[in-house]
């Protein structure tokens, strides 16, 4: 029977459009991506063999490093606000809620679904400080505190940075999560109630370590998607103000087009996908150990 | 499914009802107040933003500019969805995006479901090889394929239609596509495909009569993450298809803010309104659907 | 069996359509894209949004003296913010998709590589086919060749000054004269702040209204060579005396000179602070006239407008008569799509744009005026004035920035004022990016 599961003429078919496609659009431009990294220019005025320049420009520019240190800052803060609150959101769900929660998953879920920059120019308005005050600063106001100039300041523009990325995803964290927790059998749940736990024994007893394998899902599914942002940024803030607030994504996209410096632009983004291996890798030999032990 | 939860789910927090115990009516309807608040918070929190955006639209910039932005509108200005529409082409823009999303996404699942079959149900040297270097391509971020992507469709002489997209989004969403599928045939036993091959059926035919029909639930779920992915794309968009009449509606936003955004508020908000409408259609069809499919395609990528 | 092998063989046929879909993409993209450079159907136009003044002069000319034109090519235009110019039109560039006419240069650096690799049109030769080439005022031309690679490539559709419009009731209010010194203007300016009147309305969102006081300190108290200098590697940004100009202009912020929210409003939010009274002065370029002469716009009356100077540094090597003095952000044609039909166009606007701007927009170009335009109003008459006796000019910041150098100085002049970045580390990352190359 291995004969037919191995027919070559059926594997060719199947298999062969798809590979045709996957090689043309994503291998071989990531070889020639790398080959990038060797020059500098771009197509408009020609490329020159630039060596090793790009790396050990790479290495030492302070914008680089600026755009590493947000992408990790945001990266770290995004997932633990992430996971947290989607924790906190799939216990409500399923401990206080219960069955009637459909209603609330769903209205909280919607904004996953919606394009990020409609989300973006949302927050833009909700957070404005001039010519007019967005509804943000008008409750400031009127509880009797002072404005503050949202977009105006690097700190408080990364404030509003994460607060909508947040809001965007946290329902997603949320379902997902949530799909873990209904995954606990009933009758542990019931038992451990009959030796008395309750409430927060409840939960680091039994709760927290029977959903360690979703939560750590979601950590993975978290940093991967953090590690990338570009979108949201790109829409709010467009890395400002400033050069506050730009990420490793956003800064490979200016060097490339605005700076029209394809080589150095190729060195970036190979920071950026090694970054997205190494983290992928570690938190799976991690996770790995955790769940075996 | 991963999410069919209503059937199944054990409502672990069900404490049964004790007679005697004292709490009683008093502590019941304090917890049922602040639960009652909870969801007031999240509701307000996580609605209340389109809503407020959703009153602003109606609203000349005058009365924008110069009333508290919680207020209903005075005036209802339904003629900035007219101008939306026209000044912000969103007519073309969704056209657009519809042009750009649907052959991609058939690309895609054609492709991937044939390919995850062969990756997972038959038997053959290099295989594991083959799945690893696809599943690698979930990690590789656009970025780093964006600049040999813009040189090849140049000097092909793609450029100037909507072909860069849908070639772009294909390949790159094959990887996620491959995995998932991949995942759930290998939930089918091979046995079944085996014994359709007994009366001589080759091993596509067995895939078109069998496997395909199998995993259609499957195939709902991938197409709708994919679709969510591609429809709201940004990088490849404003990359490859950067000239106004080519823009989807999420590069086309972008652009609508910068040309009209410090100067007219109403129909900004407005055009931010028919964008949500329109995908809050769908959702409200099909959302059990595609929170399901979202959070599987999250576990398995 | 029969109907297996059918079934199969419509599965290979699938499979194999689907590949060759992909394909055949290739030959329709191509006749596509080769058909709309080489013929274009429309006169499109891309500009950057903030610019007031080109657009609707051309939308005039399109419903009158270029009718004919427009019949042939119907003008269209689209804009984007002037801080995505450069990018987009790089993007463009890469996919020979550059509109027929387009706005560029933000950086001239960037304007001369497109010249460079032959995307422009020469407008000394095609001007001079089409017989208009004594159109064009002889400084701008030279301004051009100045700024943009040697050649005439672009079109001065714009030819200011720039310096210190100001509220002349709030000067005289507090019997203050135009201030001939940078003490002077910082008096004005407490005097102005201890009312609660905004001194300078400045968008720190755009950033180059904020680095044009800079390098107007810097001109004047280094001399107009300041900045060629630094091209040419003979100083620094980074140099003491650089530094304290920085240092100078992140004071107005400091001091509460600037407003509340400099950093987040935009140009027509700083422009309209000036012109409703709640800014006592605006520095800008002389385009700026259009919205200054608009009534509806200008609700502290177009008489009560005044223009200044950059005042001189006490002690310092420049001159309070160096104006700046550009052509804005230019606009140009593409080579690749400039047939005899946009070479029409090209003639209807050089012939008339000159008149129509200074009549209808109140701002001067660098297209001659053929005919006499009368009742221009006090203020554009002074610039016209200005325009035409200045011999010492001076350039802007970036002009002689390259691309990325060019960019953080606009994105970062916001955070030099309120304080965000220092001076010394506002000048050392724009060193860093020139040294970068």
Not at chain 1, 23 to 46: A, R
Not at chain 2, 233 to 245: C, E, H, K, P, Q
Not at chain 3, 116 to 141: Q, R, S, T, W, Y
Request: some cysteine; glycine content about 8%; aromatic content about 10%.
């Amino acid at each position: 029977m291995k004969s037919v599961l191995g027919d070559r003429r059926a594997i060719a078919i199947l298999l062969g459009p798809a590979l045709v496609v996957y090689t043309l659009v994503m291998l071989v431009p990531v070889v020639w991506s790398f080959g990038y990294t060797f020059v500098s220019g771009n197509p408009l005025e020609g490329f020159r063999f630039a060596g090793l320049s790009n790396f050990s420009r790479l290495v030492d520019d302070p914008d680089v490093h600026a755009a590493l240190l947000f992408t990790l800052k945001y990266a770290v803060i995004m997932t633990i606000g992430q996971v947290v609150i989607g924790y906190t959101l799939a216990l409500f769900y399923v401990f206080v809620l219960r069955r009637s929660s459909t209603l609330v998953r769903t209205l909280v879920f919607f904004p996953v679904v919606v394009p990020t920059v409609a989300v973006a120019l949302l927050y833009q308005k909700i957070f404005q400080s001039a010519p007019r005050d967005g509804i943000v600063n008008e409750l400031l106001v009127n509880v009797g505190l002072d404005r503050v100039d949202w977009l105006g300041s690097g700190t408080t523009a990364f404030i509003v940075i994460v607060v909508m990325d947040i809001w965007r995803s946290v329902g997603f964290y949320g379902v997902l999560i949530y799909a873990g927790l209904i995954d606990i059998p009933d009758d542990i749940i019931e038992s451990a109630r009959i030796d008395g736990a309750r409430g927060w024994s409840l939960f680091r007893r039994i709760v927290l370590p029977l959903s360690l394998p979703i939560l750590l899902s979601s950590i993975i599914f978290s940093i991967n998607g953090t590690i990338k942002v570009f979108d949201s940024v790109l829409a709010l803030t467009n890395g400002g103000p400033g050069s506050s607030n730009t990420p490793l994504t956003l800064y490979m996209y200016r060097t490339a087009f605005a700076y029209s410096d394809y080589g150095y632009g190729a060195t970036i983004a190979l920071l950026l996908t090694i970054m997205c291996f190494i983290v992928t890798l570690f938190i799976f030999r991690s996770a790995r150990r955790d769940i075996t032990t | 499914m991963l999410l069919d939860t209503e059937a199944q789910a054990p409502a672990p927090g069900r404490a049964p009802a004790r007679p005697g115990r004292r709490p009683g009516a008093a502590r019941r309807s304090v917890r049922r107040l602040l639960v009652a608040l909870a969801i007031a918070a999240l509701l307000v929190v996580e609605v209340y933003p389109l809503f407020w955006m959703f009153i602003n639209s109606l609203k000349s910039s005058n009365e924008f500019l110069n009333t508290p932005s919680w207020s209903l509108p005075v005036d209802y200005r339904w003629d900035n969805y007219t101008a939306a529409w026209e000044t912000g082409q969103l007519a073309t823009t969704i056209r657009n995006s519809v042009v750009a999303t649907l052959p991609s996404l058939f690309f895609i699942i054609v492709l991937g479901v044939a390919a995850g079959f062969t990756l997972e149900v038959m038997v053959w040297k290099g295989r594991n090889t083959v799945l690893l270097t696809i599943l690698a391509g979930i990690m590789v971020p656009g970025q780093m394929i964006l600049l040999p992507l813009f040189t090849i469709y140049f000097e092909l002489h793609l450029t100037g239609s909507l072909w860069p997209l849908i070639i772009t989004y294909t390949g790159h969403g094959l990887p996620l596509t491959v995995f998932m599928m991949a995942t759930y045939f290998r939930a089918i036993p091979r046995e079944i495909f085996e014994a359709s091959t007994i009366d001589g059926a080759g091993m596509i035919r067995s895939f078109r009569s069998i496997g395909f029909p199998m995993v259609r639930n499957a195939v709902l779920t991938v197409a709708l993450v994919q679709f969510f992915l591609i429809w709201n794309d940004l990088l490849f968009a404003i990359t490859f298809a950067n000239r106004r009449d080519l823009n989807t509606i999420q590069a086309g936003l972008l652009n609508f803010s910068g040309q009209y955004g410090s100067l007219d508020y109403g129909p900004l908000f407005a055009a931010i309104c028919i964008t949500i409408g329109g995908i809050l259609v769908l959702y409200l069809a099909l959302n059990q659907r595609i929170i399901q499919g979202l959070a599987a395609g999250a576990v398995k990528g | 069996m029969t109907t297996a092998t059918f079934r199969d063989r419509r599965i290979v046929v699938a499979a194999i359509a689907s590949t060759v879909a992909l394909g055949l993409a290739a030959c329709g993209g191509d006749d596509g894209s080769e058909a709309s450079v080489d013929a274009p159907d429309k006169l499109t136009y891309l500009v950057n949004a903030e610019n007031g003044n080109i657009p609707p002069v051309l939308e005039d000319m399109a419903q009158g003296v270029c009718a004919e034109q427009n019949e042939v090519l119907p003008l269209e235009i689209s804009s984007i913010p002037q801080a995505e110019l450069d990018a987009q039109i790089q993007l463009l560039v890469g996919q020979d998709a550059l509109p027929v006419m387009f706005a560029a240069g933000g950086t001239p650096e960037e304007g001369a590589k497109l010249w460079e690799a032959g995307k422009l049109v020469d407008f000394e030769k095609e001007l001079e086919e089409l017989g208009v080439l004594d159109l064009i005022e002889p400084g701008a031309i030279s301004t051009i060749k100045n700024l943009y690679g040697g050649a005439f490539n672009f079109l001065p559709f714009q030819y200011n000054v720039e310096g210190i419009f100001y509220n002349k009731a709030y000067f005289a209010d507090n019997g203050l004269d135009e201030p001939q010194t940078w003490d002077d203007l910082m008096a004005a300016a407490e005097t102005f702040a201890a009312q609660g009147i905004t001194p300078f309305a400045a968008s720190g969102e755009q950033g180059w209204p904020i680095t044009r006081l800079l390098s107007g300190y810097i001109y004047r108290s280094l001399g107009p060579d300041a900045l060629q200098k630094v091209a040419d590697g003979e100083a620094k940004l980074t140099d003491p005396e650089y530094v304290e100009a920085a240092a100078q202009i992140a004071s107005l912020g400091e001091n509460g000179y600037l407003g509340e929210n400099v950093a987040s409003l935009d140009y027509d939010s700083a422009q309209n602070e000036f012109l409703t009274g709640n800014a006592a002065m605006f520095y800008m370029g002389t385009w700026a006239l259009t919205a200054i002469n608009d009534p509806e716009q200008n609700q502290i009356g177009v008489d009560n407008v005044g223009f200044m100077p950059f005042p001189a540094v006490e002690g310092g090597a420049g001159s309070i008569d160096q104006y700046p003095s550009n052509v804005g952000l230019p606009s140009t044609f593409g080579s690749g799509t400039f047939t005899s039909e946009v070479g029409d166009w090209t003639k209807c606007i050089t012939e008339n744009f000159g008149e129509m701007s200074l009549r209808d927009q109140n701002t001067i170009s660098g297209f001659k005026v053929v005919n006499d335009v009368p009742g221009l109003p006090p203020l554009t008459q002074e610039v016209q004035e200005i325009i035409a006796t200045t011999s010492d000019t001076v350039l802007w910041m970036e002009a002689l920035f390259n691309a990325k150098a060019g960019q953080d100085s606009s994105h970062n002049a916001a955070l030099l004022v309120t304080g965000e970045m220092s001076p010394e580390d506002f000048m050392s990352m724009l060193q860093t990016d020139l040294d970068a190359g």
